[in-house]
């Protein structure tokens, strides 16, 4: 009777393994199905919030995706959606419309950045009346366009006497400017030094017919060539070197 049970039980042991093996594997299948579900609702979400944020609708938005992953993307890894999908129109009206929102996206932006920059003066003058102000990087009006069409933006460096020439060139010709110091690191007092050793009237500061400002990486990005110092105007959304 054991001699004949034996192969039964063996027999039994081979069917039953792979069914308690699935059944142990089906917990941690399950999970693995559920917490990808979840990941591509989570990241759906995210894309339909982002979309949003552009004012555009989903498929716009996994249209700009899709770019990113062509050329485009290579060319202009930052690219934000609204230029991307205008560069990219396929008809005219796509062209307007991206166009549209892109100057409505502006607009707040530089409002905003405004708003700040005023509150930003209004505690600079609270706390530190007596100090020059720096103003912040890429609140100027070099940067928003909002004062005359004349205003320059100067770019200088430390050690540099023809920067500190030119400057006060600029000073005595009575000219608006807004001044940035390439290399400061972002520290205030390498910026009101240098202006007072050129001798920057602390009154045009404050009064912001000059604006003292840290570079922030600016120079590189408009794409100006040649040495510092460099005195450059916006036109018509281009930077030019005077």
């Excluded at 069914?19 to 089906?26: G, M, Y």
């Excluded at 060319?75 to 560069?87: C, E, Q, V």
């Excluded at 390498?190 to 050793?197: E, H, K």
Aim: aromatic content about 8%; glycine content about 6%.
């Amino acid at each position: 009777m054991r001699t004949f049970l034996t192969p039964i039980l063996v027999a039994l042991t081979v069917f039953l393994a792979p069914a308690f093996a699935l059944a142990q594997n089906t917990p941690s299948t399950e999970s693995q199905v559920l917490q990808s579900q979840e990941r591509t609702a989570s990241n759906t979400e995210l894309d339909e919030r982002l979309a949003r944020d552009w004012g555009l609708q989903a498929e716009e938005w996994a249209r700009y995706r899709q770019l990113l992953q062509g050329p485009l993307g290579v060319y202009s890894p930052n690219l934000d959606p609204l230029t991307a999908l205008g560069i990219e129109a396929r008809t005219d009206e796509e062209r307007r419309r991206y166009a549209e929102l892109q100057v409505q996206a502006e607009a707040r932006r530089v409002e905003k950045t405004l708003a700040y920059q005023r509150a930003y003066d209004e505690a600079w003058q609270r706390l530190y009346p007596s100090l020059q102000p720096v103003t912040l990087t890429g609140a100027g009006s070099a940067i928003t366009g909002t004062n005359s069409p004349v205003r320059l933006a100067v770019f200088v460096k430390e050690e540099c006497p023809a920067c500190e020439q030119r400057v006060r060139q600029l000073q005595a010709e009575g000219a608006a400017f807004d001044l940035y110091m390439v290399g400061s690191r972002h520290e205030d007092a390498r910026i009101r030094q240098w202006a007072a050793r050129v001798g920057i009237d602390s009154t045009k500061v404050r009064e912001r017919a000059i604006t003292l400002n840290h570079d922030g990486g600016l120079w590189l990005s408009i794409g100006v060539r040649g040495d510092l110092p460099a005195i450059v105007r916006e036109v018509n959304g281009q930077w030019q070197r005077q």
